[in-house]
């Protein structure tokens, strides 16, 4: 029997992000109290559509729209000018944030947001990243050093670590060209401790210890719900290395991310477009370089919700299907998107890969490899436009494409989503 506590549920991406996370946590959070970000930081644009509206998040949790409490995990990498932005936003449409962010979370400084540009212009192999200061970040995380933390934010050393850090990185700085010279360090330093002190000060309030918070919260039976952001082929560990984001976006990360014990970690749900979308460099096997992949795009409005680029569209891939079905222990796979493969004739869906003449199940670790892999396609009928959002409104050809999804991942289909609108959800079992 499986562990866990039944009040805990985990939405975490199957793919290269962008899969709809933000409209299945929004849908599953009417049943939850807590709704919590676990890994990355604005890089995440998750959107949200009820009636006429439209919610673009980058920071707070997709629960916010439905009123829950919210909580900005220890794992993430927080930009403080963004998110002030995003509660100014929420509040002018009149919803008061119930917002607890992590003492333990990373602040994203300017510094982190010009080396994320300057290293993408220096490097051989481009990464792509959205140019929001993650991996910067993360890196001096981990670089322990020359990081700061909300803890620091709002305590009085803010200062002394703000001028501490610049004049430790001020080499680095100048060889970048944030800064003319070694002696303008004091002066930047000067103007970002002025400019972080009024964020520190509005952030006050939310700021407190979300773990010790969250961890109360289980023990008295609150339902918390877990949102992950990117996917876990973009997870700094089990992705498509080095064309990945700096954080652990497997369901995994919400133990580190959010400091909950394996054992409190309940059911596991993985959202998976009914086709592949990836934006950013690095490999794609499955991608479609011809008319139907531009068809797929428009039709999906497959376009960035953070940076706006176009994003690569492709078959859906098994292969990276079953890696995220064994990485994250999934039970259950949200299939989004699936109206948008309404009318477009036949489908091919991936089922393995030929690398060098071998045929491979298992997504290789070796991204040489990954480069070199060939789609194995298995062409599937399609099926028409349909309307509708109970289960008997899905076409014949529609169900017989997530039978063969469950039987290739061995993992079912729990729920299957067929447009942006919150309603346009089609519950098959829970
Ligand atoms: P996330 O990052 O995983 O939250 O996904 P994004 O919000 O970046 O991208 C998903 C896009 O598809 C958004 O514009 C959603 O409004 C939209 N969307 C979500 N589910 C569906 C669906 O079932 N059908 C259609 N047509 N659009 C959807
Ligand atoms: P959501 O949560 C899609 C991609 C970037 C780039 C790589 C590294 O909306 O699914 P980074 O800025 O993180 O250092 O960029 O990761 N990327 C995403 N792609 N959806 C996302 O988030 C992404 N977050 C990062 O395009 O290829
Ligand atoms: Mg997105």
Same mark, same amino acid.
């Given at each position: 029997m499986k562990a866990g506590n039944s009040n805990t549920l985990v939405v975490v991406g199957c793919q290269w992000g962008d899969e709809g996370k933000g409209k299945v946590v929004d849908f599953l959070a009417r049943d939850f109290d807590i709704v919590v970000r676990y890994n990355g930081g604005n890089n !995440?644009?998750?959107?949200?559509?009820? %009636?006429?509206?439209?919610?673009?998040?980058?920071?707070? +949790?997709? %629960?916010?729209?439905? =009123?829950?409490?919210?909580?900005?995990?220890? %794992?993430?990498?927080?930009?403080?000018?963004?998110? #002030? =932005?995003? @509660?100014?936003?929420?509040? !002018?449409? =009149? @919803?008061?944030?119930?917002?607890?962010?992590?003492?333990?979370?990373?602040?994203?400084?300017?510094?982190?947001?010009l080396l994320d540009l300057s290293g993408e212009k220096k490097s051989e192999s481009k990464l792509g990243t959205t140019q929001r200061g993650i991996g910067p970040?993360?890196? =001096?995380?981990?670089?322990? @050093?020359?990081?700061?933390?909300?803890?620091?934010?709002?305590?009085?050393?803010?200062r002394e670590k703000i001028r501490s850090i610049v004049r430790s990185k001020a080499a680095e700085l100048v060889e970048s060209g944030i800064i003319k010279s070694k002696q303008g360090a004091e002066d930047y330093a000067g103007e970002m401790i002025k400019e972080y002190s009024e964020y520190a000060d509005k952030l006050r309030p939310y700021i407190t210890d979300t773990v010790y918070m969250l961890n109360g919260e289980i023990g008295k039976g609150s339902k918390v719900l877990f949102e992950g952001a990117q996917g876990t082929m973009l997870d700094v560990d089990h992705g498509t290395y080095p064309y990945v984001t700096s954080s652990n976006s497997v369901a995994g990360g919400v133990c580190t991310g959010a400091g909950i014990g394996p054992g409190r970690i309940g059911k596991i749900l993985g959202v998976a477009k009914a086709y592949t979308t990836r934006v950013g460099e690095g490999p794609f096997p499955s991608e479609i370089n011809d008319k139907k992949g531009d068809m797929i795009r428009e039709k999906g409005k497959e376009y960035g919700t953070t940076t706006g680029r176009p994003r690569r569209c492709g078959w859906l891939d098994l292969v990276v299907l079953r890696h995220a079905g064994m990485i994250n222990g999934l039970d259950g796979i949200v299939l989004s998107k699936l109206d948008v493969l309404s009318g477009i004739g036949k489908i091919k869906v991936c089922?393995?890969?030929? #690398?060098?003449?071998?045929?491979?199940?298992?997504? +290789? !670790?070796? #991204?040489?490899?990954?480069?070199?892999?060939? +789609?194995?396609?298995?062409?599937?009928? %399609?099926?028409p436009e349909f309307k509708g959002t109970r289960k008997e409104d899905l076409p014949e050809n529609a169900r017989k494409y997530m039978d063969f999804i469950e039987r290739e991942t061995g993992v079912p289909v729990t729920m299957v989503s067929v447009g942006e609108s919150r309603e346009q959800m089609i519950v098959i079992n829970q």
């Amino acid at each position: 029997m499986k562990a866990g506590n039944s009040n805990t549920l985990v939405v975490v991406g199957c793919q290269w992000g962008d899969e709809g996370k933000g409209k299945v946590v929004d849908f599953l959070a009417r049943d939850f109290d807590i709704v919590v970000r676990y890994n990355g930081g604005n890089n !995440a644009g998750h959107t949200v559509v009820i %009636g006429d509206e439209k919610y673009k998040f980058h920071l707070l +949790p997709s %629960g916010s729209i439905q =009123g829950k409490r919210i909580v900005i995990g220890n %794992g993430m990498a927080v930009d403080p000018k963004v998110l #002030i =932005g995003e @509660i100014e936003t929420l509040k !002018a449409k =009149g @919803i008061d944030p119930k917002l607890y962010v992590s003492d333990r979370a990373h602040v994203i400084m300017p510094y982190h947001r010009l080396l994320d540009l300057s290293g993408e212009k220096k490097s051989e192999s481009k990464l792509g990243t959205t140019q929001r200061g993650i991996g910067p970040t993360y890196a =001096g995380k981990v670089n322990r @050093i020359q990081a700061l933390r909300m803890a620091d934010l709002v305590n009085g050393e803010m200062r002394e670590k703000i001028r501490s850090i610049v004049r430790s990185k001020a080499a680095e700085l100048v060889e970048s060209g944030i800064i003319k010279s070694k002696q303008g360090a004091e002066d930047y330093a000067g103007e970002m401790i002025k400019e972080y002190s009024e964020y520190a000060d509005k952030l006050r309030p939310y700021i407190t210890d979300t773990v010790y918070m969250l961890n109360g919260e289980i023990g008295k039976g609150s339902k918390v719900l877990f949102e992950g952001a990117q996917g876990t082929m973009l997870d700094v560990d089990h992705g498509t290395y080095p064309y990945v984001t700096s954080s652990n976006s497997v369901a995994g990360g919400v133990c580190t991310g959010a400091g909950i014990g394996p054992g409190r970690i309940g059911k596991i749900l993985g959202v998976a477009k009914a086709y592949t979308t990836r934006v950013g460099e690095g490999p794609f096997p499955s991608e479609i370089n011809d008319k139907k992949g531009d068809m797929i795009r428009e039709k999906g409005k497959e376009y960035g919700t953070t940076t706006g680029r176009p994003r690569r569209c492709g078959w859906l891939d098994l292969v990276v299907l079953r890696h995220a079905g064994m990485i994250n222990g999934l039970d259950g796979i949200v299939l989004s998107k699936l109206d948008v493969l309404s009318g477009i004739g036949k489908i091919k869906v991936c089922t393995s890969y030929r #690398i060098d003449g071998k045929v491979v199940r298992n997504f +290789p !670790a070796y #991204i040489k490899e990954v480069e070199k892999a060939e +789609p194995v396609y298995e062409e599937l009928d %399609g099926w028409p436009e349909f309307k509708g959002t109970r289960k008997e409104d899905l076409p014949e050809n529609a169900r017989k494409y997530m039978d063969f999804i469950e039987r290739e991942t061995g993992v079912p289909v729990t729920m299957v989503s067929v447009g942006e609108s919150r309603e346009q959800m089609i519950v098959i079992n829970q």
